[in-house]
């Protein structure tokens, strides 16, 4: 039999995208909660920030006119007639006056400028100026910041904590999103073992359950762990069938390859339909697609089968499955940035296919390369900083630019 092609991660990327149509429910939420959720439709100011001129400084709300030329030789003296903090509105400023205002005050009818506290000796009801302020100086003009009916907030952008804010600061109390996209998981093999348990003769401890269930939730997806599954068709099938219940997507890692004991290949065509693809990266080749039916007339999930080793299922689920997830949500930008950085190391023989590297920024700004770049090293995760994206057949040297992806990018 003639070897499978292995099919390029954007070829491979771009085909699942075209599949990963988002939820279609939206809900209001309040905004104190809105925080990693995806906006589902546009958001508009209804109304100036700041709403009215105000003061970026403790200082002098006063007319430049009233100061002329004022300096240390010739300084000028004003009687301060009212006092405005944040939150208080004060009364038209007369010629000759000057009023004492608070960081967030509002700008008198009549004041052309703040003069602030250090610049200025308070006597009594009298302040005196040695310096003339600019036109505008240090007031915040109303409008600068926000327009009313602009959109301060796009469709499909996840909500930061700043986000939230920036709704709260327009006044609103709740927003639109995608629901929460439901994702079921569950892992293959009699080999594993959950930590807390013995370690028989043979057995691993199943970390790709923590690392898959971790990265789920940091997307904001809502998770069903089913936990370890036997090496058998029959209860691979039985709990593709669970998994597809109420779900929009199925994760699994483990058995997705060509082995008499990978079982998640005839699970999921019998259940469904499945695409199995050989992919051009290392760590991480095989990734297996498709559909799993649920109950009659209620559609399917997706499912998308990760390969067992534990850095090959972080790279690939980091690759792959994170973007697909994110346009299930409804996100619109689901490709991270990348940084240009300087290589500390030699790599003189690449593989023939697409490579990330697990490596780490130094204290020169350059990058260093973790010792042993083996599918198996969980290790190297942790110590790293990111993957660098080195294209098939490409051999590094030290001081050369290369493509950083940052874990800050690809992490939730």
Not at 19 to 38: C, K
Not at 206 to 217: D, I, P, Q, T, W
Not at 374 to 394: I, K, M, Y
């Amino acid at each position: 039999m003639k070897p499978q092609a292995l099919l390029p991660l954007d070829d491979a990327l771009a085909a699942l995208l075209a599949q990963a149509a988002p939820v279609a429910d939206v809900e209001t939420v309040d905004t104190l909660e809105a925080s990693g959720r995806v906006l589902a439709a546009d958001i508009r100011s209804t109304l100036d920030v700041p709403p009215r001129d105000n003061t970026q400084m403790d200082g002098y709300a006063v007319c430049r006119a009233d100061l002329g030329s004022a300096s240390a030789q010739r300084p000028v003296q004003l009687r301060v007639a009212q006092r405005i903090p944040a939150g208080h509105v004060g009364s038209a400023l007369a010629r000759g006056e000057a009023a004492r205002i608070f960081t967030g005050g509002l700008v008198p009818e009549g004041a052309d400028a703040i003069v602030m506290q250090e610049m200025a000796q308070a006597d009594g009801d009298m302040a005196t100026f040695a310096h003339c302020p600019a036109p505008g100086e240090w007031i915040r003009r109303a409008g600068e910041d926000i327009r009313a009916g602009s959109v301060i907030l796009h469709a499909g952008a996840r909500l930061g904590p700043q986000a939230a804010g920036l709704a709260a600061s327009v006044g609103l109390a709740t927003l639109p999103v995608r629901r929460r996209v439901r994702v079921a998981c569950f892992f293959t093999g009699d080999e594993l073992a959950m930590p807390g348990e013995p370690l028989r003769p043979g057995a691993i401890y199943n970390s790709n359950r923590y690392v898959l269930g971790a990265l789920l939730r940091a997307l904001d997806c809502e998770v069903t762990d089913l936990g370890n599954v036997p090496d058998s068709l029959e209860a691979t099938r039985a709990a593709l069938r669970r998994a597809a219940q109420g779900n929009d997507l199925i994760v699994t890692s483990g058995g997705v390859s060509v082995g008499d004991e990978d079982h998640v290949k005839p699970a999921v065509q019998a259940e469904g339909e499945l695409k199995l693809w050989q992919m051009a990266i290392k760590p991480g080749k095989p990734l297996a697609y498709g559909h799993v039916r649920r109950a009659v007339d209620l559609g399917s999930a997706h499912f998308l089968g990760l390969p067992g080793n534990p850095v090959s299922s972080f790279v690939t689920f980091l690759l792959l499955v994170r973007p697909f997830v994110q346009r299930l949500q409804g996100m619109t930008d689901v490709a991270p940035r990348t940084l240009s950085m300087r290589a500390d190391f030699d790599w003189p023989k690449p593989d023939r296919r697409r490579e990330f590297l697990r490596v780490r920024i130094n204290a020169q700004g350059g990058l260093d390369l973790f010792p042993n770049q083996g599918s198996g090293v969980l290790t190297s995760t942790v110590w790293a900083d990111g993957l660098l994206d080195n294209p098939p057949g490409h051999a590094i040297a030290a001081g050369d630019a290369v493509r950083f992806l940052p874990f800050s990018e690809l992490l939730g």
